[in-house]
């Protein structure tokens, strides 16, 4: 297997990538991709029906059928953040020296799996908090692992391409999984015990096709074979380039404010976007499905930190949308795409870019490392921007935003210039 | 393991645990249509348009035929045969100008919206509501109406726990009335202090006899005030801590609301009613947790709904007299979000 950190492809982009004969038979685009990252992304859209239905009517849950308030709810959501991306970490590593990373990420599915039994016996808010706690953390332990796998079973050269199709796959689950919630509720406006039903189907299905389809792929022994290394360590994972990847990656989540701020400020000037409030992070995912593949293998063709930057750069264009003097339907719809371009553009490619600069040992690690940085970096951009949004007001808190991003962009490029300039003279 | 054998296993799971999930929700789906298609539990007559005498009016949650509808009893016979209407509404308050009714229209795209309508049920206005229907007022004058609603949709809230509350004027007929806009807009005020914090929420409006002043909910920091608004000036001003979903009496002196007990991160909420002119509050003795928003029946007695446990969906109306004397009692079954309609 070729060494990550050092394929030319992945490094400079605009490096032709198909430098190996390609395997007989495959002309089409979707054979290249490994069917174990077809059925992970299987799995992964499985789990995300499971997953998302539940998350999607349990506001209604709470609230009409348990006649509770969803006050206390919202208020721990963001320890529920933290939690998950501290388990994340844990889950690389594991997966990293056990060397074992399908069954790591098994037991973070079967984990989520567990919580969906529970959620059929829970009564009482401190026992639904308490299966969503558990959920997330299944999806906290599994998310490094199984991107490990994929870069696993991927060529190098077709890293982001390989992304795409597991994104794609993954919220096209995410968007299925809640309209099918409602749905459920259109027949019996009481059935969420159907829907818990359903869920845990989903979620044993999701820990089945991963327990028995998905090959127990071992990183390091089958290299081992032809390398004798010792496990890794945490200094492995100092490793420069990744290191870069994680400054640019965290310090642009610090200007990535959350999605729900950016519906609200549309729903706050156009009539269309509150009509359908509910519904814009759909409009979002159905952007992001159609564009995973596309773009993650533009990002394999012309450089991954291209397509990441520019990701960001959609993220920019969909802030200003938010800040245009007028309002409707089309500006609606233009934001959500932007910010689906955005996620294609970021979230597999981030993984593939943690991948390729990581050891060969500490794949798991430094993609769950990179992934955390992320997440914490934009839980505390959310943070910061509910408190610039009451401080300065909507427009100008996003004008601010937009503007430091603005000057992000262009830095984080100049930062990954000299980057790649110094790579090739090493 | 085969590959063969793994992908024939795997095969029959799906079949077996698809199939169980289809076929639970299909017998599920059957028996709710046989039980909403069999007669009401309770004894209902059908009627397009509420009755002109004094009434309660209300959801009606009896299992069968009408369940979801308005419904209204006589107030001097409130546990009499109902008169149920063809609307649908989660959560509705009338007077006897207007209907103010929140909507869950439910679909694959589900949407919420707050409608209001004429006394023969036609829809006047409609506001697209961000998240879940919670409570809905009109003033007693018939000059004003405010809804509130949880702003949901996210996966898992990401935005955390928020509502909108908004009041609007009804106009002359209906159709032309202002809208004050979103509560959040206002100026808030704690002990003399502008708060500009990011979690700042209100919900639950109660209007005063004199269409400026209204009370509501007005919450920060994990804590929670009633608040005296003033709609010409746009401002709230903290009068009293720790109350939620405040209702004023009709003759305007007292004001009954939810008050958290707990002392954990669930809350737990008794009955309170504060006389502001004094500042004296009274717990009323009501054990269970009461997540509703209060109405008076009359100067001396609150009516409030009560889940009930063994069905999700269903809950009874209950009274309770506003001076503490006397425990709680069933005042109409089956029924949800009170108004009184004199």
């Excluded at chain 1, 159905?286 to 930190?305: M, S």
Aim: aromatic share 10%; charged share 15%.
């Amino acid at each position: 297997m070729n060494d990550r950190g050092e394929d030319p492809a992945a490094d400079d982009g605009a490096e032709p990538h198909d430098t190996k004969p390609m395997p007989p038979g495959a002309k089409k685009s979707l054979v290249r991709v490994s069917s174990v990252v077809i059925t992970l992304g299987i799995v992964s859209m499985l789990t995300d029906v499971s997953s998302e239905s539940v998350a999607a009517i349990l506001p209604l849950y709470i609230t009409s059928a348990m006649g509770l308030s969803t006050i206390a709810y919202g208020f721990i959501d963001g320890l529920y953040q933290g939690v998950s991306a501290f388990v994340r970490i844990g889950g690389g590593w594991v997966a990293d020296r056990a060397d074992r990373p399908k069954w790591v990420a098994f037991a973070g599915y079967g984990l989520s799996a567990v919580a969906k039994v529970w959620l059929l016996l829970a009564s009482g808010f401190g026992a639904i908090a308490a299966v969503v706690a558990v959920d997330r953390i299944g999806k906290g332990i599994r998310t490094a692992p199984r991107d490990a796998l994929i870069t696993a079973s991927s060529e190098p050269a077709n890293l982001g391409h390989s992304f795409g199709v597991h994104r794609m796959l993954d919220t096209i689950g995410a968007a299925v999984g809640p309209l099918l919630a409602f749905l459920v509720l259109f027949f019996v406006p009481t059935g969420y015990t159907i829907v818990f039903v359903i869920s845990l189907a989903f979620a044993a299905l999701g820990v089945i096709v991963l327990g028995l389809l998905v090959p127990n792929r071992r990183p390091r022994k089958e290299r081992a074979a032809a390398l004798a290394r010792p496990p890794l360590r945490w200094r492995d994972l100092n490793e420069p380039r990744l290191r870069r990847l994680v400054i640019v990656a965290g310090l642009l989540g610090l200007l990535t404010i959350g999605d729900g701020f950016v519906y609200l400020s549309l729903q706050a000037r156009s009539d269309f976007a509150a009509q359908w409030f509910p519904l814009l992070y759909v409009g979002t995912n159905v952007a992001f499905f159609l564009f995973a593949i596309p773009l993650g293998r533009i990002a394999d063709r012309f450089g991954r930190w291209r397509v990441f930057l520019l990701g960001h750069v959609a993220l920019l264009l969909a802030y200003a949308c938010t800040v245009l003097p007028f309002g409707g339907p089309t500006i609606t719809i233009v934001c959500l795409v932007l910010l689906g371009a955005f996620y294609a553009a970021t979230d597999g490619v981030l993984a593939a870019l943690a991948a390729q600069f990581s050891p060969p040992d500490g794949i798991a690690s430094g993609i769950a490392a990179a992934q955390t940085v992320v997440a914490v970096a934009r839980l505390i951009a959310s943070t910061g921007f509910g408190v610039l949004w009451f401080a300065l007001g909507r427009g100008n808190a996003v004008l601010i935003v937009a503007a430091a991003l603005a000057i992000a962009i262009p830095a984080a490029w100049l930062l990954l210039r000299s980057l790649r300039t110094k790579a090739t003279t090493a | 393991m085969t590959t063969r054998l793994r992908l024939i296993i795997a095969g029959a799971l799906t079949i077996v645990l698809l199939g169980g999930a289809i076929a639970y929700a299909v017998v599920a789906i059957s028996a709710y249509q046989a039980r909403i298609s069999a007669p009401s539990e309770v004894s209902t007559t059908k009627a397009a348009k509420p009755g002109d005498s004094p009434r309660v009016v209300f959801r009606n949650t009896a299992t069968g035929d009408g369940y979801g509808l308005v419904a209204s009893v006589p107030l001097d016979d409130v546990t009499g045969t109902r008169t149920v209407s063809d609307i649908p509404c989660d959560r509705v308050y009338q007077t006897n100008h207007y209907t103010m009714c929140l909507r869950i229209d439910r679909g694959v795209v589900t949407t919420f919206a707050a409608y209001l309508l004429d006394p023969n049920g036609k829809e006047l206005r409609k506001w697209g509501l961000p998240g879940l229907p919670s409570r809905t007022r009109i003033s007693a004058d018939s000059k004003l109406v405010a809804f509130t609603a949880f702003i949901t949709g996210e996966a898992y809230a990401t935005v955390g726990f928020s509502v909108g509350t908004q009041i609007a004027s009804t106009g002359a007929n209906g159709t032309d009335g202002t809208d004050y806009g979103n509560l959040e807009d206002f100026t808030f005020l704690v002990d003399g202090k502008k708060i500009t914090a990011t979690d700042r929420n209100f919900w639950g409006v109660t209007f005063s006899p004199d269409d400026n002043v209204f009370y509501a909910t007005g919450a920060t920091n994990g804590k929670t005030w009633l608040v005296k608004g003033d709609l010409a000036a746009r401002t709230m001003t903290a009068i009293h801590e720790t109350a939620e979903c405040p209702s004023i009496s009709p003759d305007g002196k007292l004001i009954a609301y939810k008050k958290n007990v707990s002392t954990t991160a669930s809350p737990y909420w008794s009955i309170a009613v504060l006389d502001p002119a004094t500042g004296v509050e009274k717990i009323l003795p009501e054990k269970r947790s009461i997540d509703d928003q209060i109405d008076w029946l009359d100067d001396s007695t609150l009516l409030y709904g009560v889940p009930r446990d063994s069905s999700a969906g269903d809950s009874d109306i209950w009274s309770i007299r506003a001076n503490g004397s006397g425990s709680p009692k069933v005042y109409i079954e089956h029924a949800w979000s009170p108004s009184v309609v004199n």
